[in-house]
């Protein structure tokens, strides 16, 4: 019977070569992309062995359970926070992730940048656009962040380094890629106002769009379920 060390490292692999080969396609360099490997619903055993596959990404959808899951880890990771932040919880996030994905209004930018120069910290944030347009997403619409972008580039303690976004599910990855591409180009109409920030990152792609997401310009995915299948009580819920 394989163990979860021999499952987990097994999927790692595939999901690599996975990323591998839709960089070939785009004509990309695989080292252009990273993978975020989203722990969420993993359990302790679990990690430990994507630790030791080879992830030193994690990303976590909620504050405190980053918190908690950091201070398992002695591996030299580097924490993702991809979920929703409120405000009330930056001052315990800063000094732990390195990135923080979902920046989804100028409040809680500011907040982080006033926070981030208190404690003398600088992490890399990604702004949460939805560029679905759906009601149940968070993020700043296209449109918004575009005529906010003066005020968003205002900040001095903080690095915004690029956009996130997520597609909306579907049966089809292929449905995704016009969000995708729509992510793309908005970074793209940015820059071509500021060119100081050339807005390096795009975190977008999940397990069942990842591919997707690569060829459409994607440089961080974030990839939970593809990596624990197999694995007895993983929900299979798509992450």
Request: neutral net charge; proline residues 5%.
């Amino acid at each position: 019977m394989a163990t979860v060390e021999t499952l987990v490292a097994a999927n790692y692999a595939r999901v690599r070569e996975q990323i591998v080969e839709a960089c070939r396609r785009s004509g990309r360099s695989c080292s252009d992309v990273r993978l975020v490997a989203v722990t969420k619903s993993a359990e302790i055993e679990w990690i430990l062995a994507l630790v030791s596959a080879g992830a030193r990404d994690l990303g976590e959808s909620r504050p405190q359970q980053l918190v908690e899951r950091a201070s398992v880890f002695r591996e030299p990771l580097i924490w993702h926070l991809i979920g929703h932040l409120q405000r009330n919880k930056i001052r315990k996030i800063l000094p732990i992730a390195r990135w923080i994905h979902s920046v989804d209004t100028l409040a809680l930018l500011k907040r982080i940048d006033e926070i981030a120069g208190e404690l003398r910290v600088r992490p890399r944030l990604l702004l949460e656009v939805n560029v679905s347009g759906e009601a149940t997403k968070h993020g700043f619409r296209p449109a918004e962040l575009a005529e906010n972008w003066p005020v968003v580039s205002a900040v001095s303690n903080v690095d915004i380094v690029g956009l996130m976004t997520m597609a909306p599910l579907a049966d089809s990855a292929e449905a995704a890629r016009p969000v995708f591409a729509g992510l793309r180009g908005l970074r793209d109409q940015l820059v071509a106002r500021m060119p100081s920030n050339p807005l390096l990152e795009l975190s977008m792609g999940m397990s069942g769009d990842f591919e997707v997401a690569i060829e459409e310009g994607a440089t961080l995915v974030r990839i939970g379920t593809s990596l624990f299948e197999g694995l007895p009580g993983h929900d299979g819920q798509p992450a």
